[in-house]
């Protein structure tokens, strides 16, 4: 089990960055996939970014693609979102997630066990 808590939103002016962190507990993190999600008020939880356990792999929604970046850190047990050239449409509680490595990177919801609270990215125009 893995317990799960980002940190790093808060409000900032369009074309400005942000880097979200998530800290993760437990021992075993550097054996989790894991994932970021954002939802925006009145729409569903939709996939942001993902990385493999080994972060051999990545994959990004096309709508980040380019603009945001996931990275993790396996001995400080933590997930970083580097958010750069924000946008008001990337103003969302964005969520990281974790799953028990194995297949492929996961981007759906239904494939993560384990969720943060979440943390509040407000993108001013």
């Known amino acids: 089990q893995v317990h799960l808590v980002e940190s790093g939103g808060g409000l900032v002016q369009a074309g400005d960055s942000l880097r979200l962190s998530c800290a993760a507990s437990?021992?075993?993190?550097?054996?989790?996939?894991m994932g970021w999600f954002r939802q925006a008020p009145g729409t569903e939880r939709e996939f942001v970014a993902a990385i493999t356990w080994s972060s051999g792999s990545t994959v990004y929604a096309d709508s980040v693609k380019g603009r945001f970046t996931i990275s993790r850190d396996n001995a400080k047990n933590t997930l970083y979102l580097q958010m750069n050239n924000l946008k008001p449409e990337d103003t969302a509680v964005y969520y990281c997630?974790?799953?028990?490595?194995?297949?492929?990177?996961?981007?759906?919801?239904?494939?993560?066990?384990?969720w943060g609270q979440g943390t509040q990215v407000t993108v001013s125009s």
């Open positions: 997630a974790a799953r028990w490595s194995g297949g492929t990177t996961p981007t759906r919801r239904n494939e993560y066990a384990y």
């Open positions: 437990g021992r075993t993190f550097s054996r989790y996939h």
